[in-house]
């Protein structure tokens, strides 16, 4: 009890504390959202690829002496290509295509960040970091999010029809390439902006883990973005408490807590909840 | 009137599923796509819709079909879509009007009249805020229908819609097939089944990897054409249902 008034009367007093507050909140909130037309499109595995595939664009934007989100998200994008032109161009199926491009981007990064004198921290960006997020970078969120959001908000009947049935959407005439690139593109410029926060490794955990929790509490779309939104934040706020409490890396206890949350959803939410299931079973 | 001019759908690797198939179709029929398994009778439909790999032309009242892609709706299978998505019957046939709907519009309350009154018409208002994966198979077919109704097409494509589903909820489906028939719209379906062939069609479209025959049902539902259509893979059960067909 005495650390969470201390967490908040350090929330009160100090700046940057507030700054990864509402960092935290803000990408829990963006994660949980994005995340469900992540699973429900079955792009989990993309998104983790994305997030390790932009590990090299970090270290090159180094080395050019630019934003890092510049680089990242280029070549989050350029693993997506690759990924798909691998699966097009060859009998090579798609998880296999995730991989090996995931891997080798990886691996790129992570030889470009050893052997490059630099400042960046690979734990960091491998694990997250919060309280180092800058100015701008925290600026960069906001903006992402916010548009990420926006863009759902706009496009969300689009967005809904082609997750759920891409082939009625493309008879009908809507535009189901373009919003599967804009969903690609969201993704990842989430994916990049996650990277200070939850870090590489960890990022597709923000972006599933309250998503598929929320997918066990509800049978319904809208509703399954208000709950994974709210776990996420939850999440988010959790995992920096114990971050600044304990002093560790925030992306590992974010996604700790998310897992936390989805255990004990995935046991006892009251409709599919294993251990409520099996109750009602004994009881009838 | 729709054209179909020399409508070839080739797969990847060089398998051909049909050939060279020439049609023209009147508005306001109900077509019965039928023939053996694998003879091309789903990949027509999805040749005409280009969802598969085609060549050849597609036009409808004398312009390129995808001029009217709002007006076409498709009833897949079933079992092609993922029942456990999180959503409502209601949310499901609203989708039906997302098409005639401009970008950044919601649906309204017009749309949601549609979307009621297609529920309505298959029967389906008791089961309305249950999510989809709570329904049987049947009703959910009847959901896909209710969906294409609330979209409000000139063109109905349907992929074995009688697949797996009982005698109620397949007679909940004919009859308002054959009501949608009756107020000029044309259905195609593709039939896995030989039987019922005979009340639910106006035109019988027969296809084994090219179109056998085409015509009125009763012009086209021979024994000859059978053979044509089936050779091979004529199945002991055909004979029987020919003979069944013959006495009627």
């Known amino acids: ?284 | 009137m729709l054209e179909i001019k020399e409508l070839s759908v080739v797969y990847p690797g060089g398998v051909h599923a049909i050939t060279n198939v020439n049609l023209s179709l009147s508005e306001g029929l109900v077509y019965g796509v039928i023939g053996p398994s694998g003879g091309g009778k789903s990949s027509l439909i999805k040749g005409i819709l280009d969802l598969v790999p085609r060549k050849g032309e597609v036009t409808f009242r004398g312009r390129k079909l995808s001029d009217f892609s709002k007006s076409i709706a498709y009833v897949e299978q079933s079992d092609s879509i993922d029942r456990n998505f999180p959503i409502t019957v209601f949310q499901c046939v609203l989708m039906g009007t997302y098409p005639n709907l401009k970008l950044f519009r919601k649906s309204g309350i017009q749309e949601r009249k549609a979307t009621e009154d297609a529920i309505e018409l298959l029967g389906l208002s008791e089961y309305k805020n249950r999510q989809i994966g709570e329904l049987s198979g049947g009703q959910f077919q009847r959901v896909l229908l209710a969906r294409a109704l609330a979209q409000n097409p000139l063109l109905y494509f349907m992929d074995e819609p009688f697949e797996g589903i009982d005698v109620h909820n397949e007679s909940v489906i004919v009859k308002v097939i054959q009501e949608l028939a009756a107020r000029g719209k044309t259905v195609f379906i593709v039939h896995h089944g030989l039987d019922k062939v005979i009340p639910y069609f106006d035109e019988l479209i027969m296809v084994n990897q090219k179109v056998i025959a085409h015509g009125t049902v009763e012009k086209t539902f021979t024994k000859e054409n059978f053979y044509k259509t089936f050779h091979n893979q004529l199945p002991s059960l055909f004979k029987e249902e020919t003979t069944t067909i013959q006495q009627n």
């Not at chain 1, 690759?82 to 009998?91: F, L, T």
């Open chain 1, 1 to 284: 009890m005495n650390s969470l008034i201390g967490f908040y009367e350090d929330l009160i007093n100090y700046s940057f504390l507030r700054d990864a507050f509402f960092v935290s909140l803000v990408l829990g909130v963006g994660c949980g959202i994005m995340g469900c037309f992540i699973i429900m499109r079955g792009l989990s595995l993309m998104g983790d690829a994305i997030s390790h595939a932009v590990i090299p664009g970090v270290a090159i934007s180094y080395i050019l002496k630019i934003n890092y989100l510049v680089g990242a998200v280029a070549f989050g994008v350029l693993a997506a290509l690759g990924m798909g032109y691998i699966k097009e161009n060859s009998k090579i199926k798609n998880d296999t295509a995730i991989g090996i491009v995931f891997s080798a981007f990886l691996a790129l990064g992570i030889l470009l960040i050893t052997k490059i004198e630099s400042p960046i921290d690979l734990n960091n960006i491998l694990f997250g970091n919060v309280l180092t997020v800058k100015a701008g970078e925290r600026l960069a969120t906001y903006i992402a999010v916010a548009s990420i959001l926006i863009l759902i908000l706009l496009f969300y009947k689009e967005m809904l029809l082609t997750t759920f049935d891409p082939i009625m959407a493309k008879v009908s005439g809507l535009p189901v390439k373009f919003i599967n690139y804009m969903i690609m593109t969201m993704l990842t410029i989430i994916t990049v902006v996650s990277l200070q926060t939850v870090g590489a490794i960890l990022v597709v955990a923000m972006l599933i883990t309250p998503a598929a929790t929320a997918y066990l509490l509800t049978n319904q779309f809208k509703k399954m973005m208000w709950f994974s939104a709210i776990i996420g934040a939850v999440a988010a706020i959790i995992g920096l408490y114990f971050s600044v409490t304990y002093n560790l890396p925030s992306g590992v206890v974010i996604v700790l807590s998310a897992a936390v949350i989805f255990t004990f959803v995935f046991f006892l939410s009251p409709k599919n909840g294993i251990l409520i299931n099996y109750i009602k079973d004994k009881k009838q």
